[in-house]
Nanobody, 124 residues
């Protein structure tokens, strides 16, 4: 089992940048692919980005491609989400998640462990 704790959320203006981090503890971090999801008020949780175990492959939602960058530091057991050129529609609670599988999935049901979420609010 792995425990995940997100940090770095906050209130920013449109066009600003923000960096989210996800600290993992418990089982060996490198056996998990890591993902970021978000859930806006009144909407379903949606996929944002994924990075494989080694950090060599990434996957992004079309809505964030070119603006967000997912990364991981296996020595520090952390996964990060660099968010640039933020838009009001990026406002949501952001969750990190861990997946023991190998296939590059974007489906919520495929992720085994979740953090508690961190709020990101982008004002116009």
């Amino acid at each position: 089992q792995v425990q995940l704790v997100e940090a770095g959320g906050g209130l920013v203006q449109a066009g600003d940048s923000l960096r989210l981090s996800c600290a993992a503890s418990g089982r060996t971090f490198t056996i998990y692919a890591m993902g970021w999801f978000r859930q806006a008020a009144g909407k379903e949780r949606e996929f944002v980005a994924r990075i494989n175990r080694s950090g060599s492959m990434t996957l992004y939602a079309d809505s964030v491609k070119g603006r967000f960058t997912i990364s991981r530091d296996n020595a520090k057991n952390t996964a990060n989400l660099q968010m640039n050129s933020l838009k009001p529609e990026d406002t949501a609670v952001y969750y990190c998640a861990a997946d023991q599988g190998i296939a590059p999935t974007t489906q919520i049901r495929d992720y085994d462990y979740w953090g508690q979420g961190t709020q990101v609010t982008v004002s116009s």
